[in-house]
């Protein structure tokens, strides 16, 4: 009988990963931030025990200078 075939080289194997993958997560940015234009309502209490309802929305596209 022949003697089966070997070979001393490891079996290579790939990954896809998604473009916007987090580094970390196993998802993607676009699962962990809202969407481009995205909307939100908040409550917000203050340290004074004041209430306001906020109204938030995500814009991408805006440069921001370190302001709140």
């Not at 234009?37 to 370190?66: C, K, N, P």
């Amino acid at each position: 009988t022949a003697a089966a075939p070997t070979s001393t080289t490891a079996p290579t194997t790939s990954t896809t990963r998604a473009p916007d993958a987090h580094p970390v997560w196993p998802r993607t940015w676009a699962e962990v931030w809202p969407a481009d234009g995205a909307e939100a309502t908040y409550q917000v209490l203050t340290y004074d025990d004041e209430t306001f309802v906020v109204a938030a929305r995500i814009d991408y596209a805006v440069s921001w200078e370190g302001g709140t």
